[in-house]
């Protein structure tokens, strides 16, 4: 997941220069407020829709004693429908107990059903309820993918500790919350019509790619910049990123349909088995960002990468017993912040601008001073006007010898203020940050 900082663009000073030509500006565009009078009424007064919503709780009496691989529940009704919850109580292959919602009648049911569910599940901390654990979902329940969940809901070490709460008197309790919606039909969905706004086709494994994409153009300043990159008319899409970029906002703003990213990855040099590939997201913004700012010298709009993107922060050691400082000024284009540990982004900013001790066999050697006791940390000097947050989701295990996805419940506020109460420690200047979420970059 990627946060961006937006504040409004009317300070720049060369405003003016970067917008687009009166044919591209007349009128509300896709991504202002503005929309016709109908569709406004349309979006302020939806049909209510009365959806099936029922909670079930199901507890488990002698736990630790089952010899089972895998548990269901009892058979509970929601919209017509039966359910069950399932259950695996040492692990589905994994240390952690794994949960899903079970169709309990799949077996029985006729060809190409389908059924659409939002839902929750919980194991209850029967000591203190704020310490339950309750992960939320939605899926679209057919014969191949009748049941649903989380194969890594919890530790089974949290679970089994008796001092946790998790088990009282040997018994597990559960509680599902279901709600049963109309099932979606997807092929006759119009989301211009909907939303205003149409997405980016897939091309195989380019689901970070569309979200990186889509985030860059509702950047009004960035989409009015490539707006402004010069191309010629001999210039071809496939192989001018500038070109195929213009193309791909363009669409983006005024068709009625998906657009696809072809053009795009081949001006990328990409292959097929490019666009197959997991690629890592913050790379391709770094290296999209580069070739940009590149293309953009000589041009009117020289310096946008820059201007919209690049922080500063200090680098310092401080000796504790003489007085000593070394400080050593950096940008920054993006950060990349600890999800693990972090329940929200200013626990993640806390840890980011943690205070390092510098002594025993790690002191540090101070120019005059010799080895000395000290202090290693980072302070923020500005912040830019788009400010780009890389959560750290993947960790490499080394037992497993492979990169494993980070699951925790992660919190940001759509207002990040990093000068509240006495957070003013992550700045040398106090700066005020507004954050928009977007689309998580890396599923």
């Not at 919209?79 to 952690?96: E, T």
């Not at 107990?97 to 009648?105: E, I």
């Not at 029967?126 to 014969?143: C, G, L, P, V």
């Not at 990349?336 to 601008?353: E, H, I």
Request: proline share 5%.
């Amino acid at each position: 997941m990627t946060l961006m900082t937006t504040p409004p663009i009317d300070q720049q000073e060369d405003e003016e220069m970067l917008v687009p030509h009166s044919d591209l500006v007349e009128g509300p565009q896709p991504m202002e407020v503005a929309q016709p009078e109908a569709a406004a009424t349309t979006v302020e007064n939806p049909p209510a829709e009365e959806i099936p919503t029922l909670k079930f709780t199901w507890s488990t009496q002698g736990f630790t004693r089952l010899n089972v691989r895998k548990l269901y529940s009892d058979i509970f009704v929601v919209g017509d429908y039966k359910w069950r919850i399932l259950i695996f109580p040492k692990g589905n292959n994994v240390d952690h107990l794994s949960m899903y919602l079970d169709v309990a009648d799949a077996a029985s049911l006729p060809y190409g059903w389908s059924r659409y569910s939002q839902f929750s599940l919980a194991v209850v901390n029967q000591m203190n309820s704020k310490y339950s654990i309750r992960k939320e979902t939605q899926h679209q329940f057919n014969a191949r993918e009748s049941d649903w969940g989380f194969t890594s809901f919890m530790p089974l070490s949290e679970l089994y500790d008796p001092t946790r709460g998790y088990l009282v008197n040997d018994t597990l309790q559960i509680e599902a919350e279901v709600a049963v919606r109309k099932v979606l039909d997807y092929w006759s969905y119009d989301s211009k019509k909907e939303t205003g706004f149409v997405g980016l086709k897939n091309q195989g494994a380019t689901c970070y790619m569309n979200s990186l994409l889509q985030t860059l153009y509702h950047i009004p300043y960035f989409r009015k910049a490539v707006y402004h990159m010069p191309t010629t008319e001999s210039d071809a899409p496939t192989a001018s990123i500038p070109l195929a970029l213009q193309s791909l906002f363009y669409k983006l703003q005024y068709n009625d349909t998906r657009v696809g990213t072809k053009e795009l990855t081949k001006s990328f040099g990409w292959d097929t088995n490019d666009s197959f590939m997991q690629h890592d997201v913050q790379e391709l913004n770094r290296i999209l960002s580069e070739k940009l700012e590149d293309k953009m010298k000589g041009t009117v709009v020289e310096g946008t990468i820059q201007k919209l993107f690049e922080g500063h922060h200090m680098n310092y050691i401080e000796c504790i017993n003489v007085d000593y400082k070394s400080t050593r000024k950096e940008s920054f284009y993006d950060l990349q912040l600890d999800v693990k540990g972090c329940k929200d982004v200013y626990a993640s900013f806390d840890k980011y601008v943690e205070v390092e001790r510098l002594e025993g066999d790690n002191k540090y050697q101070a120019e005059g001073h010799g080895l000395q006791d000290a202090k290693k940390g980072v302070l923020f000097i500005d912040f830019p006007p788009v400010l780009q947050l890389q959560l750290k989701r993947f960790e490499y295990d080394f037992m497993r010898d492979t990169m494993v996805k980070i699951n925790d419940r992660y919190e940001f506020p759509l207002q990040l203020d990093l000068d509240r109460e006495n957070r003013n420690t992550y700045l040398l200047m106090l700066t005020r940050v507004f954050v928009i979420s977007t689309h998580s970059i890396v599923s």
